[in-house]
């Protein structure tokens, strides 16, 4: 499981040093494995999975029937645009550079882990979301029933 946030820097190849907290795991659970693409439904952000937590999700994705628009359009976005990428000796990942761009990502980042995934946020796309607080009317039943 992943969770935490951690400031990222992006160098000029567009490389990230996934944190040392999560290399282990990486390597162990994940054959050294990740896979990128968009996230679908927040903007200036990147998923990151483990391969086989992706191997799940694409499956369930491409399941999905493409004579529906939204399908074809989630499909585009998280199958389509998707990478495998494997760190590198000094734990490196190479981002693609369309997906960069398409976010926003640049020099600095956020990385936050996210239980069976991580989210890669641009820097501005972060601290927007994060400083957007939860409203009462947003709150939604299963959000009610939890104890926080």
């Known amino acids: 499981m992943f969770q935490g946030e951690t400031a990222i820097t992006v160098d ?3 490389r990230l040093a ?3 907290a999560y290399r282990e795991q990486v390597a162990g659970e994940c054959a050294n494995r990740l896979v990128i693409t968009y996230n ?3 903007e200036g952000c990147l998923w ?3 391969y086989a937590e992706w191997e799940r999700v694409r499956d369930a994705v491409n399941a999905l029937s493409n004579v529906r628009s939204k399908h074809r359009e ?3 976005k998280l199958v389509g645009a998707a990478a495998v990428v494997e760190p ?3 734990g490196r990942i190479l981002l693609p550079a369309s997906q960069r761009a398409t976010t926003g990502i640049d020099k600095k980042a956020v990385l936050l882990g996210m239980g069976d995934k991580f989210e ?3 820097e501005q796309e ?3 979301t994060i400083r957007q607080t939860i409203g009462e009317d947003d709150i939604t039943d299963e959000m009610a029933e939890l104890r926080l």
Do not use: C, E, Y
């Open 126 to 128: 972060h601290l927007r």
């Open 12 to 14: 000029d190849k567009g």
């Open 120 to 122: 890669l946020w641009s």
């Open 88 to 90: 590198d000796s000094a």
């Open 48 to 50: 990151l999975f483990p």
């Open 74 to 76: 989630l499909q585009r």
């Open 40 to 42: 679908p439904f927040d």
């Open 18 to 20: 996934i944190p040392t």
